[in-house]
């Protein structure tokens, strides 16, 4: 199971996405507030989980995407704890931003 995690101004979606059978089985949409508390969230995606019948061990991936910088810190915070691989979508945007400015001083 992976999750892809969506985190916008004003809403954060996460689509739980089953590798398996190569699709997303559901989306759910929290809205985004800076002052929620980490272990908040943190119970309302345990209870999305358990109500599709998984549980956060069950996922291996997490691919964030974000632009709201608490959230980034707290979901990579959540993964480390439960041994989740992390991915964030800026880092990959940052790696070929930068291999793209190589490839044009090069050219």
């Keep these: 199971m ?7 101004n004003t809403f954060t979606k996460i689509s ?10 559901r989306v759910y949409n929290f809205k985004t507030d800076a002052t929620i508390l980490e272990h908040v969230f943190y119970e309302e995606l345990k209870e999305a989980l ?3 019948g998984y ?3 069950d996922i ?16 990579e915070k959540l993964c ?3 041994n989740i ?3 964030n979508v800026e880092d ?4 070929f931003y930068h291999i793209f400015l190589s490839i044009l001083i090069l050219v």
Excluded: C
């Design 2 to 8: 992976n999750l892809l995690v969506d985190v916008g």
């Design 16 to 25: 739980l996405y089953d590798k398996k059978a190569n699709k997303i089985i």
């Design 50 to 52: 358990i109500i599709e």
């Design 55 to 57: 549980s956060i061990y």
């Design 60 to 75: 291996s991936k997490l691919l964030l995407s974000s632009v709201t910088p608490k959230w980034n810190n707290f979901i």
């Design 80 to 82: 480390n704890f439960f």
């Design 85 to 87: 691989i992390f991915y």
């Design 92 to 95: 990959f945007y940052k790696t």
